[in-house]
T-cell receptor, first 115, second 113 residues
Framework: EPEVTQTPSHQVTQMGQEVILRCVPI?????FYWYRQILGQKVEFLVS????????KSEIFDDQFSVERPDGSNFTLKIRSTKLEDSAMYFC?????????????FGPGTRLLVL | GNSVTQMEGPVTLSEEAFLTINCTYT??????LFWYVQYPGEGLQLLLK?????DKGSNKGFEATYRKETTSFHLEKGSVQVSDSAVYFC????????????FGKGTTLSVSS
């Protein structure tokens, strides 16, 4: 069964450094998403991406964040100048469509720790 | 506001016990509702969903009914197994036209034999 994959599974970085989290969505999906979950808190929507542009983003997704689909298979989340509060589990998801029947398929997550 | 509230965990049950995990939502209109499950070391998997009021979603023995009167989508299973041990997340579409999901905090279920 096709699945969303994410790399790395864990990343430790120093405050102020840039990190890139990588995702390979399901191959025939057209919509891509990033969510995050700070430890003990809710899973929060960050951004959705379609047709090589952001289609929706939350208040959390400020200028520190960017997304890119650099080739036909990868979807990345870049966090510039990381802060301690960026420590969280980051989930990538993809879907074939966006209607009421849409299902978002999630990857296993990347756990980011900022020191 | 727009939110999803689910019962605090952990929920600890013996095998074959009845399970209920409560979920309520606030929304304008009637957004699609979902239950996702996260097994240890894995990603979020869709367990079931309901797209309109009074719909019942079901999968793997789990059920949830979309109740607009009580703005609830409680997850139930008649007889849990050890393999059901996981974290369960209730979620709703942020709005009908958009793509974002709004999640609850998650409820950890631990089933012992």
């Amino acid at each position: 069964e096709p699945e969303v994959t994410q790399t790395p599974s864990h990343q430790v970085t120093q405050m102020g450094q840039e990190v890139i989290l990588r995702c390979v969505p399901i191959s025939n999906h057209l919509y891509f998403y990033w969510y995050r979950q700070i430890l003990g808190q809710k899973v929060e929507f960050l951004v959705s991406f379609y047709n090589n542009e952001i289609s929706e983003k939350s208040e959390i997704f400020d200028d520190q964040f960017s997304v890119e689909r650099p080739d036909g298979s990868n979807f990345t989340l870049k966090i510039r100048s990381t802060k301690l509060e960026d420590s969280a589990m980051y989930f990538c998801a993809s879907s074939a469509g966006t209607g009421t029947q849409e299902t978002q398929y999630f990857g296993p997550g990347t756990r980011l720790l900022v020191l | 506001g727009n939110s999803v509230t689910q019962m605090e965990g952990p929920v600890t049950l013996s095998e074959e016990a009845f399970l209920t995990i409560n979920c309520t939502y606030t929304a304008t209109g009637y957004p699609s509702l979902f239950w996702y499950v996260q097994y240890p070391g894995e990603g979020l998997q869709l367990l079931l969903k309901a797209t309109k009021a009074d719909d019942k979603g079901s999968n793997k023995g789990f059920e949830a009914t979309y109740r607009k009167e009580t703005t609830s989508f409680h997850l139930e299973k008649g007889s849990v197994q050890v393999s059901d041990s996981a974290v369960y997340f209730c979620a709703r579409k942020a709005n009908q036209a958009g793509t974002a999901l709004i999640f609850g905090k998650g409820t950890t279920l631990s089933v012992s034999s």
